[in-house]
């Protein structure tokens, strides 16, 4: 909670706004070299470093995240960057929508707030960027009840990877919103000196 001494916290962003700029960074990729975290926190544009009830970092050796919760905290976004260990494929760049409630235990859950950009948009959008589309694999996870599956995309020795989830209100019930994206590079990378 916020009281007078506490300053306000930074606007929220939206789903769609964290959606976007993380494809913005998939797309602008070409290389190793320019699979580097710098490059990411730039490309996601997020607020200043500051501590609020609805926006943090965690920052770890290797890793950094910046959550931000929207729908009234019923969502939260999350970007991540890992360092990896310097082996291909190690590195990676996120974004995941998460919700209190493990969407894996509850196909009822509102996807609405993490939807307004679904899978066919991050695939106009990849698709786009010079990504080609890999098959689509349901998954383990009660595939049938839940809709929950993956989709791959791949340019070069870049990958993305979209963990997709059937929206379950009627209306909307062949929609397939993403609720994670996950880029990684499979070419022998170079550390980036620790750049930010």
Not at 119 to 143: K, V
Request: glycine share 10%; hydrophobic share 40%; charged share 25%.
């Amino acid at each position: 909670m916020h009281d007078a001494t506490t300053p306000a916290p930074p606007a929220a962003l939206a789903a769609q706004t964290l959606a976007r700029r993380w494809l913005a960074f998939a797309g602008e990729i070409r290389s190793a070299r320019d699979f580097e975290r710098g490059r990411f926190w730039k490309a996601m544009g997020l607020p200043p470093q500051e501590l609020s009830d609805s926006q943090y970092f965690e920052d770890e050796s290797g890793y950094q995240a910046f959550t931000q919760e929207f729908a009234g905290g019923k969502w939260a976004g999350i970007a991540s960057f890992g360092d990896g260990d310097g082996q291909p494929g190690a590195r990676f760049a996120r974004l995941a929508f998460e919700h209190p409630d493990d969407r894996l235990d509850n196909a009822a859950l509102d996807l609405g707030p993490v939807c307004e950009l679904d899978l066919d948009g991050f695939r106009h959008s990849l698709l786009g960027a010079g990504y080609l589309e890999g098959p689509t694999e349901p998954s383990a996870a009660e595939y049938a009840n839940k809709g929950t599956a993956t989709v791959v995309f791949n340019r070069g020795s870049l990958q993305v990877s979209l963990v997709t989830q059937r929206a379950a209100a009627p209306a909307q019930r062949g929609r397939a919103c993403v609720l994670s994206a996950e880029a990684r590079d499979f070419s022998a990378a170079q550390p980036d000196a620790g750049s930010r």
